[in-house]
């Protein structure tokens, strides 16, 4: 438990996966692409922008040549201005030009992302909650979450920042080679033999040190594990006398952190040591090389300080590469995630709300025929063993059995959260699969094992059953959901925030609510999966004439385990380990000797 939480823990800090760029991963990538296609000309001209500044940010170490040229009476062989004024100024109206331009550049790939990334963001909440029920139980909630946080994230990321750094970077490092070269073929062909090698073996380094520190980390993570481990076994360490063992056992663990520590301090210090000689050692050599170029009048002052501004440019655009590259692969990896529950087969349901439109209305007849299910997810455990019964409409079913025996499964089906291997499900004499899922939906509900209400008002949570209904309407189905009373006892009455961060609710009140949206929902079938706590007698009363309530004129499946609520029932079903194995009224099921109803109804009488 202890080393579960930790991990997760971890894993969460941990840096996302990269993916490999290749042809492949762009072309699904270019289906992502289409969502900058409504927002394509702000996009075309964030681009344009961004060329722009990124050129102008490329002149000015030019300016700076010219100005120092200019000052000791020198021509820069440059089509800039003699004077320092005209430089000067032409340099001022520059900034500003420049100012403008990086303004609009930054607003619009910001805008641009935030509505693209919030339109992807809808579309995978919307794919994500429209998926099959089997899909959720293959994964975990966290993970769906980081998709639709993280890796949404990093995504936007890459569009705001990664690309346009990216554009802004390349165009630094041609612009910058090509100034280069035109003040002097020469000394550019010296930094050239010498700055990339240094560069590479730079950032492998950084890297290298990173990971280092990392595996670092990680060990100390673990070793706070045998702490968290110890601390919550406390009682066991000090009843075998283990003191000694776990003392050691945690300072093992702290010699190693400290080794890979060291470790990584040897290498930052070589790290320091190389950046400090090579580097710093390479850009001296240039500038004296150019320096005896100067003296031999190769080259003026002015043109040696901006060949090496637009050095330095060209190195550090070197260097951001591999970080911006990474930023790639990770943008790649999330996309590709995303891409994986968007390109996921849904549910037949579309966003434009159809909720209201029926297409074919059902009466209420249900009937199972020959039912067979395990989950997708368990396939081995044949959940429902060929069930067969009928209700027909106006009727009430009731289901009982041991826990475990595949009562709220069938519930599940009967809803089409799954599908069974073979059988039917059949409303009204007619195949399931004949009619649309928001029908089928929309005309049964279910007044579920454990009511789960949502963050809002109680106003809300009853809506919920019908998003149209009228205050009135809420009223009225709360008040014959026996949940008028102690809802209008709350100061706010109903708009008490509820949920997990507001009043908490006792088990039968949340069931009133819960009562009170399927009422406001008004279906043909009903399901009540009843829950097992127990609730006190004056309760009971109050949930018991709700469901009584409720059940009138409609299709009722009774999931009981309080036998005593379904002795009206007009059929009672005797679930056992998936299969039907009695069947019958209250009467005739207790005249069943050693009938599993007669014995449970006996335990819960001696109750
Ligand atoms: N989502 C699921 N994935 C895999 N197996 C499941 C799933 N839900 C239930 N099961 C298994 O199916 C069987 C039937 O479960 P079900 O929830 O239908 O029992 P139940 O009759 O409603 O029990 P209870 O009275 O305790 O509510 C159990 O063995 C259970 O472990
Ligand atoms: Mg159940």
């Given at each position: 438990m202890a080393r579960g939480r930790l991990n997760s823990g971890n894993a969460a800090e941990k840096e996302l996966p990269k993916a490999k760029i290749n042809s492949q991963s762009l072309k699904k990538i270019a289906k992502l692409l289409t969502y900058l296609r409504p927002y394509g000309i702000r996009f075309g001209m964030a681009l344009?922008?961004?060329?722009?500044?990124?050129l102008v940010g490329l002149a000015f170490p030019k300016f700076l040549g010219a100005l120092i040229d200019a000052a000791q009476g020198k021509s820069n062989h440059s089509f800039l201005p003699n004077t320092l004024n005209g430089i000067a100024l032409l340099a001022f109206t520059l900034l500003l030009f420049q100012a403008f331009v990086s303004f609009f550049r930054v607003l619009w790939f910001v805008q641009v992302a935030e509505k693209s990334l919030a339109d992807i963001r809808r579309d995978t909440y919307f794919k994500l909650i429209t998926l099959p029920m089997n899909f959720f139980s293959n994964r975990r909630v966290g993970?769906?979450?980081?998709?639709?946080?993280?890796d949404l994230s990093q995504i936007q990321d890459a569009i705001t920042t990664t690309l346009a750094e990216m554009i802004r970077q390349l165009i630094l490092l041609t612009g910058g080679i090509t100034f280069l070269v035109i003040v002097s073929p020469k000394l550019t062909l010296t930094l050239l033999l010498i700055m990339p090698v240094l560069v590479v073996v730079a950032v492998f380094f950084g890297r290298f040190i990173r990971k280092l520190s990392r595996q670092a980390q990680d060990k100390l993570a673990e070793s706070n594990t045998v702490v968290e481990e110890t601390?919550?076994?406390?009682?066991?360490?000090?009843?075998?006398?283990?003191?000694?063992?776990?003392?050691?056992?945690?300072?093992?663990?702290?010699?190693?952190?400290?080794?890979?520590?060291?470790?990584?301090?040897?290498?930052?210090?070589?790290?320091?040591?190389?950046?400090?000689?090579?580097?710093?050692?390479?850009?001296?050599?240039v500038i004296w090389y150019?320096?005896?170029?100067?003296?031999?009048?190769?080259?003026?002052?002015?043109?040696?300080?901006?060949?090496?501004?637009?050095?330095?440019?060209?190195?550090?655009?070197?260097?951001?590469?591999?970080?911006?590259?990474?930023?790639m692969q990770k943008a790649v990896g999330a996309s590709e995630r995303v891409l994986e529950i968007l390109d996921e087969k849904g549910e037949d349901i579309s966003i434009d709300n159809v909720k209201n439109k029926l297409k074919q209305k059902i009466e209420g007849n249900l009937e199972f025929d020959n039912v067979v299910f395990s989950y997708p997810s368990r396939p081995e455990l044949i959940v429902l063993k060929g069930l067969s019964f009928k209700a027909l409409a106006g009727q009430k079913v009731a289901i009982v059995g041991p826990s475990g025996s595949g009562k709220s499964t069938m519930a599940a089906l009967i809803l089409q959260f799954y599908y069974p291997q073979s059988g039917e499900i059949l409303f009204d004499g007619k195949t399931a699969k004949s009619y649309s899922l928001t029908d089928i939906r929309n005309q049964v509900a279910i007044v579920p094992q454990d009511v789960m209400l949502f963050g809002g008002t109680i106003l809300e949570n009853i809506a919920y059953g019908k998003?149209?209904?009228?205050?009135?309407?809420?009223?009225k189905a709360a008040q014959r959901a026996n949940a008028h009373?102690?809802?209008?006892?709350?100061?706010?009455?109903?708009?008490?925030?509820?949920?997990?961060?507001g009043v908490k609710l006792s088990g039968g009140q949340r069931q009133r609510i819960a009562i009170a949206r399927a009422l406001l929902k008004n279906p043909a079938i009903l399901i009540l999966d009843e829950a097992t706590s127990s609730l006190d007698s004056e309760s009971e009363r109050l949930v018991q004439e709700a469901l009584e309530e409720l059940m009138k004129?409609?299709?009722?499946?009774?999931?009981?385990?309080?036998?005593?609520?379904?002795?009206?029932?007009?059929?009672?079903?005797?679930?056992?380990?998936?299969?039907?194995?009695?069947a019958g009224n209250h009467q005739e099921l207790m005249g069943i000797e050693n009938g599993l109803y007669k014995y449970l109804s006996g335990l819960q009488f001696e109750v």
């Open positions: 344009f922008f961004l060329l722009l500044s990124s993970e769906l979450n980081s998709r639709i946080s993280a601390l919550q076994g406390i009682a066991s360490v000090k009843a075998f006398v283990n003191e000694a063992f776990e003392a050691n056992r945690y300072n093992k663990n702290l010699r190693e952190v400290v080794k890979l520590a060291v470790k990584g301090a040897t290498f930052r210090g070589l790290f320091a040591s190389f950046v400090v000689f090579c580097l710093f050692g390479a850009i001296v050599g150019g320096s005896v170029m100067v003296s031999h009048q190769e080259l003026t002052i002015g043109q040696l300080t901006e060949f090496v501004i637009y050095g330095l440019f060209v190195s550090a655009s070197m260097g951001s590469f591999p970080e911006l590259y990474a930023n998003l149209s209904a009228t205050k009135d309407e809420i009223i009373d102690f809802i209008s006892s709350f100061p706010e009455g109903y708009d008490t925030i509820v949920g997990e961060r004129n409609r299709t009722s499946i009774i999931i009981a385990h309080r036998l005593s609520t379904i002795r009206e029932a007009d059929n009672i079903l005797v679930l056992e380990k998936g299969e039907i194995i009695e």
